[in-house]
C-alpha cells in the first residue's frame, strides 16, 4: 500500500478507480488504512513522515449520495 501511494504521489495521489480496482475499497478507506500502516512503520523515513499529512483532497473525494 505504501509503494502504491508512493508510486501516485507526485502526482497528488492514485485516482479513485485505481485505488477500487487494486484494494476493493472507497478512497476514504485507503487514507484509513494507510495512515494506520503508517504509524506502525519507522518514523524515520522521509516519504513515510510526508504520507502522514496526506489526507483526501476535496476534488477527490467520494461523492455523497
Do not use: C, Y
Not at 494506520?36 to 524515520?44: G, K, L, Q
Request: overall charge neutral; glycine content about 8%.
Amino acid at each position: 500500500m505504501i509503494d502504491f501511494a508512493r508510486t501516485w504521489a507526485s502526482f497528488g495521489g492514485p485516482p479513485n478507480d485505481a485505488i477500487l480496482i487494486r484494494f476493493g475499497m472507497s478512497p476514504t478507506r485507503f487514507t484509513v488504512r494507510l495512515r494506520e500502516i503508517v504509524a506502525e512503520t519507522d518514523r524515520s523515513n522521509d516519504f513515510i513522515g510526508a504520507l502522514r499529512k496526506v489526507g483526501p483532497q476535496p476534488d477527490r473525494a467520494e461523492p455523497i449520495d
